[in-house]
């Protein structure tokens, strides 16, 4: 594998990497509580660390955002929270078009008030037909469906971007591209006022109504092969918004990496160095930062032992996170999640042995792992911002 920091090109076979996470996994928990933290550490490089988050409504006893030495962790780590759901249209506006609920998204916002931790906002725009709550299952628009769709996208962002004005970075759109031919997909937005037309309106009433934040299009294409046509979506998107003058700052990659998210699949996917490194340079070269911003590994297919385990997925994710970190266009770095437990991908895409996956950099004891010690030491190399 080819990692490339700045100028430099280093060549990393599997054995190195595998060797490079043993490593890690030796170190054990002795940097449990000792050295600076991923927080202090990216803000060294001018980076932004920190993880989305979950939160019930106001008043529950049980749950991650409730449980005390989780929200340790986040305090300690994170200088940046994320929202895990709780600004998607099926929660936010559940009830129906009539009605904003902020309960979830205040508490997150009030306990990174109280720890000087920075906000950053997921999702505007869910732009996929699965995500948006039910009532807008044949929603009529009136006689004139573009000006009231239109009218809808505008009240949405609006309301958002003004309830959190601390926010550092929206995505404002997430996941419009299919990646089976990297279209744009249909959504009853786009229906009522077309594909293009959604997308542009919505960046340029977010950047109105967030003047200072970073304006992201987010998606989930990869480096692993079968992520073809994923990339040449995006990139036709992203060279479709530059022509049109569309206020786009980044591209966030999710980072969902590892094994790929399919019921039969072991072990890793299989990088496409050549064409990951190509899509980046191609990214970068329009002029667009990038964000890393839902990582995790899915060692679904990886042996159960957790010595070797933790090594592989410790050395996988190093690799990918230098090669990342080595373009300062990368401002910010979000886990999708701290700690094990509490990972979305302990429900989906089950190990065979139907154990449970260890995707995050802390363990259900809330030790950091190898992989927490990566991030460190990806973050220690990368080139200052």
């Not at 920091?5 to 990497?17: E, K, P, W, Y």
């Not at 920075?118 to 929603?139: D, E, M, N």
């Not at 410790?314 to 230098?322: I, N, P, T, V």
């Not at 989906?348 to 995050?360: A, V």
């Amino acid at each position: 594998m080819r990692v490339f920091l700045g100028a430099r090109v280093m060549t990393l076979s599997r054995r190195d990497l595998l060797a490079a996470g043993a490593a890690s996994a030796l170190a054990g928990p002795a940097f449990a509580a000792q050295g600076p933290s991923l927080r202090e550490l990216a803000q060294a490089k001018g980076i932004l660390f920190g993880s989305a988050v979950p939160a019930g409504p106001r008043g529950a006893t049980t749950g991650p955002f409730e449980d005390a030495k989780h929200r340790e962790i986040l305090a300690r780590e994170c200088g940046v929270l994320v929202p895990e759901n709780e600004l998607k249209w099926y929660v936010v506006r559940a009830r129906g078009p009539q009605y904003f609920d902020f309960e979830r998204a205040d508490r997150i916002a009030e306990f990174a008030k109280a720890n000087n931790q920075a906000l950053r906002g997921h999702t505007l725009i869910w732009h996929h037909p699965q995500w948006f709550p039910g009532w807008v299952k044949g929603y009529d628009f009136g006689p004139k469906p573009a000006e009231a769709a239109a009218k809808m996208v505008t009240e949405h962002i609006q309301a958002l971007c003004q309830r959190y004005p601390q926010m550092v970075s929206w995505d404002v759109i997430n996941e419009t591209v299919d990646p089976a031919d990297g279209s744009i997909r249909s959504t009853f937005l786009s229906d009522a006022m077309g594909k293009e037309a959604v997308l542009d309106l919505s960046f340029h009433v977010a950047r109105e109504a967030a003047p200072k934040a970073r304006l992201v299009y987010n998606d989930y294409m990869s480096q692993e092969v079968g992520n073809e046509k994923h990339r040449y979506g995006v990139l036709k998107l992203l060279e479709g918004f530059k022509k049109r003058g569309t206020p786009v700052d980044a591209l966030g990659i999710q980072s969902h990496i590892g094994a790929e998210n399919a019921d039969s699949f072991t072990g890793f996917g299989k990088p496409q160095e050549k064409e990951w490194t190509a899509f980046l340079n191609d990214v970068t070269g329009m002029g667009y930062d990038l964000l890393i911003t839902e990582f995790d590994v899915h060692d679904k297919g990886l042996p159960y032992d957790f010595g070797p385990r933790d090594a592989a997925v410790a050395a996988y994710a190093k690799a990918f996170l230098d090669q990342m970190l080595s373009y300062r266009q990368t401002k910010e770095v979000l886990a999708w999640g701290m700690i094990d437990k509490y990972s979305w991908l302990q429900g989906q895409w089950l190990r065979e042995d139907k154990k449970p996956k260890r995707p995050t950099l802390y363990d259900d004891n809330y030790q950091p792992k190898p992989l927490r010690e990566a991030m460190a030491a990806a973050l220690r190399a990368a080139p200052a911002r």
